[in-house]
């Protein structure tokens, strides 16, 4: 049996701002809005049940929290993105241009993109790590991540939780 929890319905869901090497509009500070959506798939437990959901859409929530209303920098090779870690906050050099980003208004990610495919793969490896308590690994056979960014965009991954 497959459990989903649909990302937009369910409030699971984080704005944040960022930018991107490169040209074009994706070259400047702009919002994503988005959501993550989760499903669980194995054989259910004595009483009927797959996973106990709200002890899901904690661990989800919680790191839709982490990332709402921050501005989310990655790891982007230094020839295109520079960024100089100061005592009240960031530094970052890209496109020509240069800005100042405080502490506490940055998550810094350690992936080298920001495109919706490096982010589903580094959500779906922290949800992994995160709900690995609450899933009983030898009834459930796999965890699919799906990371909505907004336009009609996004990426799923599934990862095996047994073996
Ligand atoms: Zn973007």
Redesign the pocket.
């Known amino acids: 049996m497959k459990l989903r929890l649909s990302g937009r319905e369910a409030g699971l869901d984080f704005q944040n701002v ?1 930018l ?1 090497p490169g040209r074009g509009k ?1 070259s400047g500070l ?1 919002p ?1 809005f988005h959501s993550l959506s989760v499903t669980v798939e194995g054989e259910l437990s004595e009483r009927g049940m797959l996973v106990h959901l709200y002890r899901l859409k904690d661990a989800v929530r919680a790191l839709c929290e982490e990332l709402d209303h921050r501005v989310l920098l990655a790891d982007y090779p230094p020839a295109v993105m520079q960024i100089r870690e100061e005592d009240a906050g960031y530094q970052v050099e890209v496109n020509d241009k240069r800005y100042f980003l405080p502490r506490q208004d940055v998550v810094r990610l350690p992936i080298g993109s ?1 495109n919706v495919e490096d982010l589903c793969r580094y959500l779906t490896a922290r949800l992994a790590d995160a709900l690995d308590p609450i899933l009983d690994r030898d009834r459930l056979t796999s965890l699919t991540v799906e990371l909505d ?1 907004g336009g009609g965009q996004a990426a799923s991954l599934t990862v095996a939780l047994r073996g």
């Open positions: 960022h991107v994706c702009h994503h920001l960014e």
